[in-house]
T-cell receptor, first 115, second 115 residues
Framework: DAGVTQSPTHLIKTRGQQVTLRCSPK?????VSWYQQALGQGPQFIFQ???????QRGNFPDRFSGHQFPNYSSELNVNALLLGDSALYLC??????????????FGPGTRLTVL | DQQVKQNSPSLSVQEGRISILNCDYT??????FLWYKKYPAEGPTFLIS?????DKNEDGRFTVFLNKSAKHLSLHIVPSQPGDSAVYFC??????????????FGQGTELSVKP
């Protein structure tokens, strides 16, 4: 049973460019959450997708957008990249029920470097 | 506004001794707390959790204590082993639908267990 997978593992971009990161959830999971982890910090919640819609959003600008596909996989898009967007981007999947807490399983992350 | 805080960035412990990692939170809406463990180049791995209706949860060598009045939780590892060396993140979640599923992480504590 494959866990959460993310691609690519590493990415280097320049300021102003756009990037797309991908995530496949753990088998049987229907909810995907994205987190940004800057160096020396804990992961920060970006947004969560459930039933192909953004259900919750953290304190991130509109440059960060996402999508969930019918097979529950998800993409994170970041436009007009800034140096401060350099971070590890983590995807987590869970079984969404709407209420309470359902354990989130994390992927290995995509390391984004913006030059 | 840092709602979950881990004030010790690092902790060094001798093998076989107890490791105590601490976490404080400010949001009284949090009702579920988790500890994650993270090795370099891997995503966070769930370790242990506790609901706000309990004050202790134990799983093998790992015990989490919750003091709601002080808004404080701690993770005890007994006995500590070199393989426990990793970064430990405290995280919190709220059951309210509007916030459900979103994890708020602390900054992490790097534990080093020396042989």
């Amino acid at each position: 049973d494959a866990g959460v997978t993310q691609s690519p593992t590493h990415l280097i971009k320049t300021r102003g460019q756009q990037v797309t990161l991908r995530c496949s959830p753990k088998s049987g999971h229907d909810t995907v959450s994205w987190y940004q982890q800057a160096l020396g910090q804990g992961p920060q919640f970006i947004f969560q997708y459930y039933e192909e819609e953004e259900r919750q959003r953290g304190n991130f600008p509109d440059r960060f957008s996402g999508h969930q596909f019918p097979n529950y996989s998800s993409e994170l898009n970041v436009n007009a990249l800034l140096l401060g967007d350099s971070a590890l981007y983590l995807c987590a999947s869970s079984l969404g029920s709407g209420l309470g807490y359902n354990e989130q399983f994390f992927g290995p992350g995509t390391r984004l470097t913006v030059l | 506004d840092q709602q979950v805080k881990q004030n010790s960035p690092s902790l060094s412990v001798q093998e076989g001794r107890i490791s105590i990692l601490n976490c404080d939170y400010t949001n009284s809406m949090f009702d579920y707390f988790l500890w994650y463990k993270k090795y370099p180049a891997e995503g966070p791995t769930f370790l242990i959790s506790i609901s706000s209706i309990k004050d202790k949860n134990e799983d093998g060598r790992f015990t989490v204590f919750l003091n709601k009045s002080a808004k404080h939780l701690s993770l005890h590892i007994v006995p500590s082993q070199p393989g426990d060396s990793a970064v430990y993140f405290c995280a919190a979640s709220a059951a309210d639908y509007n916030q459900g599923g979103k994890l708020i992480f602390g900054q992490g504590t790097e534990l080093s267990v020396k042989p």
